[in-house]
């Protein structure tokens, strides 16, 4: 039997690694993505990213709402994420349940801890720098802590439209990679150039 053990151990390598493979824990392990750090608008082009479309549609597929815009016209001086292709507004009415139940299950599913302990995994893998639904913000740099927001455009909430309240869309800006679609998520996903 001793004699056997060394023969058997090159296929159980092989065995060992084709199970690691294979395993959906192993894939569930793979490397996250770092936080996106907060990298604003300086260009500005004519058309949405390949990540931020298979994004939305993404979104609209798996959750309903509405494919809402992802470009901006670059007229004025005003920072958009939309400006250069890497934000997408999803159509969501914060005043009907079904959408923000909507909302609620796609950020449950963003901010999850994933099953080899990353934290707001999904988020990550996807590029999300920030969003904002609702009158708060969830920002990568802040460890997608849930913040009041009031846009910069505003007041007072009160005086402020539906739209800048982000209460009939839920706005989501993605890092330079996750636009692109060069982040893990985005893996087959968008083709890679």
Request: with cysteine.
């Amino acid at each position: 039997m001793l004699g056997r053990l060394p023969r058997l151990a090159p296929r159980l390598v092989v065995a060992t690694v084709a199970l690691c493979l294979l395993s959906p824990v192993a894939a569930q392990a793979a490397p996250v993505e770092d936080y996106a750090s907060y990298k604003p608008q300086n260009t500005c082009t004519r058309a949405a990213k390949p990540g931020t479309v298979a994004l939305g549609r993404w979104l609209v597929k798996h959750y309903g709402g509405g494919f809402g815009p992802t470009w901006r016209r670059c007229a004025g001086s005003s920072t958009s994420e939309h400006k250069d292709g890497r934000a997408f507004d999803w159509t969501l009415d914060a005043v009907r349940p079904g959408d923000r139940n909507r909302a609620s299950r796609f950020l449950a599913r963003a901010f999850a801890t994933d099953a080899a302990g990353n934290e707001h995994a999904t988020a990550r893998r996807m590029g999300i720098m920030y969003l904002i639904w609702n009158d708060h913000m969830y920002a990568a740099h802040d460890h997608f802590a849930k913040r009041v927001y009031l846009s910069s455009s505003c007041k007072s909430r009160k005086k402020c439209s539906k739209t800048l309240r982000h209460r009939d869309h839920l706005h989501i800006s993605l890092s330079r990679p996750g636009g692109a679609g060069r982040t893990s998520w985005y893996d087959g996903r968008v083709p890679s150039s």
